[in-house]
């Protein structure tokens, strides 16, 4: 979209004429204009277990690979094809229609360009003809990176579901920057006794100084640290929209980069306001259009009248024992805030100080200017597990401001740092209790053994009955005479300090399900 018009462009140029008739004119235009969304050199879809092309809900046309270029030549002795039993609703026909199965070492090889490249793998943990992919777990390597280690696609869907999603399908995103040849190689291992599997793969290219080789980001809570050049892979781990809606890939700036809606991550009640701005973002040579969509810079989460308050956090469960690089989007969309000084905020990663003095106006040339900042953070692992750990991000107005106490955030991406050439991770710990909505696991109970174990208890309740009535009865007279044993006055409310002590979190489990199967909720750590 064109960030200026040609009538306003050619009054300016009047201007610009009339004081500084010796400078060329296209040296402003670099300021306030940039080329148009970017344009993927390399560009693969591929529908794994299809022989035949199909296109996208969002128009993309992915390739079967039963014939392709990219498998061996043997790949009907090396692997199969299958269709899921069911497929959710949710989820579009393609690529999840169709997977492809490798009870053995399978590597796909794309011809591409070198530079950086975005690698997306697509997975439909279901029940494929007589597979279950609850007992799939497999490792995913690329060009030397270790991506996924006994990765099992069922236990991460089930972690989404239990944290921010609804969605059937995991999308596991990395970023890979292809140096020193023309290849890049995606490597499936089945761990032993198992199988691995896929439903679709993509490659798509992006500007070269996007993530790798940018703007040198900002250490937190220490001095150095690691750099983001042509020897690091990164992993995707959340890209959010604040305070706006579901950002589809055709929507994206050419990258298809799918950007989420922030509701699932806020902390508290205090969840601030979303202002809308309608006019079109000035983009400039230091944040070029296709940094992130239009609509990500004209929506905006923002604290509001009570911002002294509380905090406005995100809370965002990632892998410990590794560095993340996050990058902040800001735009100035309230018309209110015009100059210098009148909004300054405090930004908080990790209740560590990321900024003291954040001033949108200082940073851009004034409202419908975005910019970005990058930090860079370690999650530490303190129980040697590999656990999952809360990642906070929290914004507080700092007391300099002149006008107005706010303080806001327009879009969020967090990226894991590759360790010595590895992403991989534990899966994600379950324990028997609840199931995640929409999963079943294969476990299940008869109805009819059920009611008689009840049955044949009842023997036993009524024989302890008497005793179990006299110990609730001396119970409940200690509670009315010392109160409840658990204080709801300790929780800690939602606008306290983030350097203070963090206060635990509760599952999210789902309703009660009158169902006869096994079922699971995760236990959130850190």
């Given at each position: 979209m064109q960030s200026v018009t040609i009538a306003f462009l050619q009054e300016l140029h009047q201007s610009f004429i009339m004081f500084a008739p010796g400078l060329p004119f296209f040296i402003l235009l670099l300021t306030t204009t940039t080329a148009q969304p970017y344009k993927a050199t390399d560009i693969f879809f591929l529908n794994c277990g299809s022989s035949i092309p199909s296109n996208s809900n969002s128009d993309q046309k992915w390739d079967g690979d039963e014939h392709s270029n990219f498998v061996p030549s043997n790949t009907t002795t090396t692997s199969f094809s299958s269709v899921p039993n069911h497929l959710d609703s949710s989820i579009p026909q393609t690529p999840y229609s169709t997977a492809r199965f490798f009870n053995s070492s399978f590597t796909y090889t794309f011809p591409v360009s070198q530079g950086p490249?975005?690698?997306?793998?697509?997975?439909?943990?279901?029940?494929?003809?007589?597979?279950?992919?609850?007992?799939?777990?497999?490792?995913?390597?690329?060009?030397?990176?270790?991506?996924?280690?006994?990765?099992?696609?069922?236990?991460?869907?089930?972690?989404?579901?239990?944290?921010?999603?609804?969605?059937?399908?995991?999308?596991?995103?990395?970023?890979?920057?292809?140096?020193?040849?023309?290849?890049?190689?995606?490597?499936?291992?089945?761990?032993?006794?198992?199988?691995?599997?896929?439903?679709?793969?993509?490659?798509?290219?992006?500007?070269?100084?996007?993530?790798?080789?940018?703007?040198?980001?900002?250490?937190?809570?220490?001095?150095?640290?690691?750099?983001?050049?042509?020897?690091t892979g990164l992993e995707t781990i959340y890209r959010l929209n604040m305070g706006g809606g579901q950002v589809s890939v055709k929507d994206d700036t050419g990258m298809y980069r799918s950007w989420d809606q922030d509701n699932y991550f806020i902390y508290g009640a205090a969840i601030g306001l979303t202002p809308v701005y309608d006019n079109p973002i000035v983009y400039t040579t230091e944040t070029p259009n296709y940094t992130a969509p239009e609509v990500v810079y004209q929506t905006q989460r923002s604290m509001g009248k009570l911002s002294d308050k509380y905090n406005l956090t995100w809370i965002l469960p990632v892998d410990s024992g590794?560095?993340?690089?996050?990058?902040?989007?800001?735009?100035?969309?309230?018309?209110?805030?015009?100059?210098?000084?009148?909004?300054?905020?405090?930004?908080?990663?990790?209740?560590?100080?990321?900024?003291v003095e954040a001033d949108l106006f200082y940073w851009t040339q004034g409202s419908g200017y975005p910019v970005f900042k990058d930090y860079i953070v370690?999650?530490?692992?303190?129980?040697?597990?590999?656990?999952?750990?809360?990642?906070?991000?929290?914004?507080?107005?700092?007391?300099?401001?002149?006008?107005?106490?706010?303080?806001?955030l327009n879009g969020l991406e967090v990226f894991k740092l590759s360790m010595d050439k590895n992403l991989a991770s534990p899966n994600p710990e379950l324990s028997f209790s609840t199931t995640p909505t929409g999963l079943t696991p294969t476990v299940k109970r008869n109805k009819k053994t059920t009611y008689c174990v009840i049955v044949g208890g009842i023997g036993g309740v009524l024989v302890l009955l008497s005793i179990s009535v006299l110990v609730v009865f001396w119970q409940q007279r200690r509670v009315r005479q010392y109160g409840s044993a658990y204080d709801r006055s300790s929780y800690r409310p939602a606008y306290s300090e983030p350097n203070t002590t963090k206060a635990s979190h509760s599952t999210l489990a789902s309703d009660d399900d009158d169902s006869d199967t096994v079922s699971f909720v995760f236990k959130r750590l850190g």
């Open positions: 490249k975005f690698l997306r793998l697509h997975f439909y943990p279901s029940t494929y003809s007589h597979l279950n992919t609850q007992q799939s777990f497999f490792s995913v390597s690329s060009n030397g990176y270790s991506l996924l280690t006994n990765f099992s696609a069922f236990l991460a869907l089930s972690f989404l579901r239990n944290t921010r999603t609804n969605d059937a399908r995991v999308v596991k995103e990395f970023l890979i920057y292809v140096k020193d040849t023309n290849i890049l190689n995606v490597t499936f291992t089945p761990s032993p006794n198992s199988y691995a599997f896929i439903n679709g793969i993509e490659i798509v290219s992006m500007p070269e100084n996007l993530y790798f080789n940018a703007k040198t980001p900002k250490y937190v809570n220490q001095y150095t640290g690691p750099v983001i050049d042509n020897n590794f560095y993340y690089m996050l990058r902040l989007h800001f735009c100035n969309i309230i018309p209110q805030y015009t100059n210098r000084g009148q909004v300054v905020f405090k930004i908080f990663i990790n209740n560590q100080t990321a900024e370690f999650v530490s692992d303190p129980d040697g597990r590999r656990s999952k750990q809360d990642l906070w991000v929290a914004l507080h107005p700092n007391s300099v401001s002149e006008l107005y106490l706010d303080a806001y």
